[in-house]
């Protein structure tokens, strides 16, 4: 193993897999800022425009998890290269959408593309370094990360002003072609952990089509065929448990949330927590652009304030949960992330930007409290073997909390708003919906302090 480390360039691998970690979370929020120009550029109503960061999500949710398993079957290195290349591509057909539907489907594709890259990323640095240098390593592409959701919102605002919505998508397409180049040119090698082991086809397929059935029913909840969707979504989700717990090589191990407490109940608050948060910056772009008129440019610049300070207070959170139980530093945050959502479900025309400031600070703050040491949480709950399952199911919780956030404002849209594009007459309809959607987060957020403090018990 150690000559296979020296004879691989550690820095391009690292440099590679930054880069890729700044992509993934950049286009998932630099576009937010952008959604009120592409609704009125190419037509889209509000069900629609909520489905271009549906989309990414879903589709992100659904295949991480098969295609981490596939992986570690058939090597890292082969699905992060596919994943670069069919990032760049459908960045570039979604920069150049004719219409709505279009670009709804390239994002989807740029979804699948992401967990590609995203749940590989990590683990190739992981076989790259050595225990000694692998903490510096994940430390540096998560900073990068982190600097994804920091620009996202205000490169994406100056870009929406001044060169085009269109101009985001471009930009992505030669940053993919440096990263493809890079990996062609310096990765050598190829790492895969389950060599032989056989896929759960069963289990794949069964989780991404219920995922789909429960998301695509959210957004015609209010006709019967929706309803019908998402009931057998949720039952076949039920199915999905018990055929993981019975396989013998489960495509996502559900045995741990049966047999740990900890370790449930930090997921459970996870999943909750980001539900709810996952709504915050899409209504608010909406209601600063729409309801209060303000550009792109600026709108972006407010919603980097939560991201900030999340930034700011994470890594001292995860210090300081080293020291002090992280169960109750992780209670402690999700109290605050409360207060927040609290302040924006009684948001009205008049609301003062300083108290949005004010409200996107506190969120930040409860979310780096809250993130680092709830990781922590689940991680020290389990076995040396288990990290890598803790950590998948980590990223799942993740994405399912923001698809199903999306899932609410389909919802919440479909009753208030229904197909039609936003425009003066219905912006009372649209301050509506965001406080009542504000509203079920607040109760969301109420549930995950539960569920974060019954860990201990």
């Known amino acids: 193993m150690e000559t296979e480390r020296k004879e691989i360039n550690k ?84 920069a150049i959408s004719p219409s709505p539907e279009f670009l709804v489907i390239m994002r989807a594709f740029q979804g699948v593309a992401s ?24 430390g540096i592409n998560i900073t990068a990360g982190y600097a994804g959701l920091v620009m996202g919102p205000v490169l994406g605002g100056f870009l929406t002003q001044y060169l085009g919505w269109r101009s985001i998508f471009y930009l992505v397409v030669p940053l993919g072609l440096l990263v493809l180049s890079l990996v062609l040119w310096k990765m050598k090698g ?18 991404i089509v219920m995922l789909s059935l429960i998301l695509v029913g959210f957004s015609s909840i209010t006709g019967t065929l929706g309803m019908v969707m998402v009931i057998v979504g949720i039952i076949g989700m039920a199915g999905f448990v018990i055929w993981e717990l019975r396989v013998e090589h489960p495509v996502l191990d559900m045995s741990l949330f049966f047999k740990n407490r900890r370790f449930a109940f930090s997921n459970l608050a996870a999943l909750i927590s980001y539900i709810g948060l ?23 610049l407010i919603l980097v304030v939560q991201t900030a300070f999340m930034v700011i207070i994470s890594p001292f959170a995860g210090r300081l949960s080293d020291k002090i139980d992280p169960g109750k530093l992780a209670s402690l945050g999700m109290g605050l992330i409360t207060i927040g959502l609290v302040i924006f479900a009684f948001i009205t025309q008049e609301t003062s930007l300083y108290v949005i400031v004010l409200a996107l600070a506190i969120l930040g703050i409860g979310v780096g409290i809250f993130s680092a040491p709830n990781m922590n949480s689940i991680m020290g709950s389990v076995e040396r073997r288990y990290y890598g399952v803790a950590s998948a199911t980590v990223s799942t919780m993740r994405l399912l909390g923001q698809t199903f956030g999306m899932g609410l404002i389909l919802i919440i849209f479909a009753v208030y708003i229904g197909a039609v594009q936003f425009n003066p007459q219905n912006y009372p309809e649209l301050l509506a919906s965001i406080q009542v959607i504000y509203l079920i987060a607040v109760g969301l957020s109420l549930i ?6 019954a860990r201990n018990r």
């Open 448 to 453: 995950a302090i539960l569920a974060s403090l």
């Open 11 to 94: 820095t391009v691998i690292l440099l590679i897999a930054t880069l890729a970690a700044f992509l993934t979370p950049f286009l998932g929020t630099s576009l937010i800022v952008a959604l009120p120009t592409i609704a009125n550029d190419l037509a889209v109503n509000a069900i629609l425009l909520s489905w271009v960061t549906t989309a990414y999500f879903l589709a992100s949710a659904m295949f991480a998890v098969p295609l981490g398993k596939i992986a570690d079957i058939y090597g890292m290195k082969k699905i992060f290269t596919y994943g670069i290349v069919v990032l760049t591509f459908a960045s570039f057909f979604a």
């Open 190 to 207: 190829e790492w895969a952990g389950c060599v032989g082991e056989k896929l759960d086809y069963w289990g794949s397929l069964i989780y």
């Open 115 to 138: 967990a590609m890259i995203f749940v590989t990323a990590l683990a190739i640095i992981a076989s790259v370094f050595p225990p000694q240098e692998r903490g510096k390593a994940i």
């Open 278 to 300: 996952s709504t915050v910056a899409f209504l608010l772009s909406l209601y600063l652009q729409y309801i209060k008129g303000l550009d792109p440019n600026v709108t972006g």
